[in-house]
């Protein structure tokens, strides 16, 4: 069974920093990408940023450069580090997992998710 689970959230003041982790397990899993996205409440899930297996990363254009995603591929644990946080980050981040392989797009699977609030 495949288990995706975040860790890390929690109340945090402007101007700090804060690591979010993942940890993904199942038997016999072949990771396609893992991602983080984000939601607020009545707005759309958003990417932030993803890996893929092979180790390219991918960033939201869309947000500032105070994100950086990392991967520990041994222990399959996928971070988050948020630089400078501001309380327009305050969201609930999520990971996903994509399995399959560079040819074939398998099944997407959600973390429960982890509250991030910045305020002062």
């Known amino acids: 069974q495949v288990q995706v689970v975040e860790s890390g959230g929690g109340l945090v003041q402007p101007g700090e920093s804060l690591r979010l982790s993942c940890a993904v397990s199942g038997s016999g899993l072949s990771i396609r990408s893992l991602g983080w996205h984000r939601q607020t409440p009545g707005k759309q899930r958003i990417l932030i940023a993803s890996?893929?297996?092979?180790?390219?990363?991918k960033y939201n254009p869309f947000l500032k450069g105070r994100f950086t995603i990392s991967r520990d591929s041994a222990e399959n644990v996928l971070y988050l580090k948020i630089d400078n946080l501001e309380p327009e980050d305050t969201a609930v981040y999520y990971c996903?997992?994509?399995?399959?392989?560079?040819?074939?797009?398998?099944?997407?699977?959600w973390g429960q998710g982890t509250q991030v609030t910045v305020s002062s």
């Open positions: 890996v893929t297996g092979r180790g390219d990363t």
């Open positions: 996903a997992l994509v399995t399959g392989t560079d040819a074939r797009i398998g099944d997407t699977y």
